[in-house]
């Protein structure tokens, strides 16, 4: 009887304080713990000025505020214009606690008018009635996994109903893995799903490799479902002139545990990369036979389903005839959990002598065969003789060409001049007038071709002086910031095997660009899968970011070089 009359004076104390400029709008009035859902507000006034909206959410945590809309009507009654206009605002919200939950103490300011309204009450329980025509679900491929071991996860989208549009509210988090993205083109397909024929959409979908040990979450996904509840059964319904209430209600999928296990720590063979999964190796060495001084150039492939991104290569070449110089990697992703990634050695040749053959040991960790798996890569034989160039340096930089001459050879050549065009004279006067001509046609004969030469060539040649970093810069920029190119290139900051937003982080780079490469590094998905219409997740290219990151790479190349001591010849 005492829960009648409260509910009654609830109800009695509802419309007393209601406005008709104000209507709210909960997707649902029962939910359950931790669920996000919106509430939306609809707004009249006269005002130009957006309403401001004041309450106090008691039970739930407020995530998101966003204007949908407003719509203007203008009426003209015994001679005066009147305007309205009708301010659409909601919110994403979460129940925090078991019961009721609710906004309270509600007050809209719209121009110089003051609304208040009463409480918004919802039901927040373990598990509310679910409209079961409309879901998301996280699917991960392994939900029993090895600390590393590669995770396809996708968020799909099943309904029964017409939907509308779909907008992508969070993105999950993901705390606790290692995430690969990439952009798999969206698809639709239908499917039995429990006995029930649902059609499926493919949401966001990613590559995660797990960090810690122990059980871990993977985080929902909340979506925003626009759908029409109600259709007329007017006969021209099938021609697009049916009328229909389109109604928007926020979506999450479950939270889903991931159990971690640790690698075995018996049998662990000689050189163990750390990878977890099916992978190859493959070696190229172009040739076996150099000179002193002379670059010896190895690449390795390496091809598989573990984490490549943290993974920085083996040590390839261990020997005093050889001084390690360069060591630049690349990485490539594909729609799969499979990726590649090649590493570029540069040695120098230090001195003569032979470097034997060998094999080297790269050992992976295979989950299917729960057992360590190792290939071999093979190293030729190689040979260093001689010197790089005729020249002799003297360890200051300078190279001083030797010439030898035998009798008076060298002095016949060096007095004997050879016109290229012009007539021959016996009378010295003549000969030498014509001589000093014919001299001053042939240059400017030689330099007027050059600059033909050169004009041809300017293209190619502008192109070329450009160095690598923009060239790098400007294949980010055409790539709209994709995100193998990103990688590849904020990989250079430091060789080190510490992940990429610990490398930015500790960059000598400014603050803002610091926070801009995160953003591109914790953001991408909204440019990727978010809602594209209004371009608010668009990442814009910011080139004097990457020149910065450019500077310190260079930097970094020159001090490498002048460690080395290299010699050009």
Known sequence: MKRLLVLIFITLSSQLWASDKVTIIPDSKDVSLEEVFGITFRIETESDDEPEIKFDPYGLDVLEKSNEG????????????????????????????????????????????????????????????????????????????????????????????????????????????????????????????????FERMLLYSTVIFPEKLGETFIDPLIVEISYPSRTSNSPFGSFGMGFQNIRKKTYSSKRVAINVKPLPTSNVPEGFTGLVGSHSFKLTVLKNKFLVNEPVELKLVVKGEGNLENYSGPSLINDPALEEFENNSNLETTNTVMATKTFQYTYLARKNGKIDAKK?????????????????????????????????????????????????SGAEIENNQIALIGPYFENSIL?????????????????????????????????????????????????????????????????????????????????????YFENILTNREDNLFGDRKHGKNKLAFKEKYFKEVGKLVKAKHENRKESTRFIHR
């Open 431 to 515: 000969k030498q007038l014509f001589s000093n001509y014919f001299k001053i046609v042939n240059i400017l004969l030689i330099v007027g071709i050059i600059f033909v030469f050169l004009m041809i060539l300017k293209p190619i040649l502008k192109f070329n002086h450009k160095d690598e970093i923009d060239q790098r810069i400007s294949k980010i920029k055409k790539s709209n910031l994709g995100y193998t190119e990103v990688y590849n290139f904020l990989d250079k900051i430091e060789d080190s095997n510490r992940s990429l937003l610990k490398k930015i982080e500790n960059a000598e780079i400014s603050p803002h660009a610091k926070k």
């Open 70 to 197: 407003v719509s203007s009507t203008t009426t003209y009654i015994n001679g005066k214009l009147s305007s309205k206009r009708e301010y659409i605002i909601r919110y994403q919200v979460k129940s925090n606690i078991l019961g009721n939950v609710s906004l309270r103490n509600i007050e809209i300011k719209a121009g110089n008018e003051i609304i208040k309204h009463s409480n918004i009450y919802i039901n927040s329980a373990r598990e509310a009635e679910k409209n079961r025509n409309i879901f998301i679900q996280a699917e991960p491929s392994e939900t029993n996994v090895y600390k590393g071991q590669g995770i396809m996860l996708r968020y799909f989208l099943y309904y029964k109903v017409r939907i509308t549009s779909q907008n992508i509210k969070q993105f999950p988090k993901l705390n606790g893995f290692m995430k690969r993205y990439f952009q798999e083109n969206p698809y639709r397909e239908r499917i039995n799903h429990n006995g029930e024929m």
């Open 360 to 408: 080297v040991p790269l050992a992976y960790f295979d989950p299917a065969k729960n057992t360590y798996v190792t290939e071999f890569v093979e190293i030729p034989e190689m040979t260093i003789e001689g010197t790089a160039s005729a020249g002799v340096s003297h360890g200051n930089g300078n190279v001083i060409t030797q010439n030898s001459t035998q009798g008076n």
